[in-house]
């Protein structure tokens, strides 16, 4: 869910609403809004399997909040990583803006990513206690 998370909210706010990059830049705006496009339903295809996923535990009685929560932080902070590391520099795919210097942004987005990264990893690692219940 993690993973679908990150890529939900850079499609919404990166591309859709602030208009600073498409998935692929390389070849014009219609390029563009296709590869978004593509983007936006594999992030959507994981959110969708992630919920699949955690339905099914829960149906078990097998949800465990400190590793569900582990797992959606090291997704997202995983994606974050990639996508700015590999997506944005290595491959250059697109980057975060254009037209301006690029270094607070890709401090921030890579610091971010790592941070959630870290933490959800960490989590992951500990040993589970507290069991998910249907009540609020």
């Known amino acids: 869910m993690g993973v679908g998370l990150a890529a939900f909210l850079d499609e919404v706010v990166f591309h859709q609403l ?3 990059h498409h998935f692929y830049d390389g070849a014009g705006p219609d390029a563009g809004l296709v590869s978004d ?3 936006h339903a594999a992030g959507w295809i994981a959110v969708v399997a992630g919920l699949f996923t955690y ?3 829960q149906r078990r009685g097998e949800t465990v909040r400190r590793p569900l929560v582990g797992g959606v932080l090291a ?3 995983g994606f974050q990583v990639y996508d700015g590391l590999v997506q944005h ?3 250059g795919l697109h980057q975060i803006r254009y037209g301006v210097d690029l270094a607070a942004y890709d401090v921030a987005w ?3 990513g790592g941070i959630g990264l870290v933490v959800g990893l960490l989590l992951l690692t500990r040993p589970a206690r507290d069991r998910v219940t249907g009540t609020a």
Do not use: C, S, V
Request: proline letters at 0%; zero cysteines.
């Open 18 to 20: 602030l208009h600073w």
């Open 37 to 39: 496009g593509f983007f």
């Open 55 to 57: 339905a099914d535990l």
């Open 75 to 77: 997704g997202w902070g």
């Open 89 to 91: 520099k290595l491959l």
């Open 110 to 112: 890579n610091t971010a």
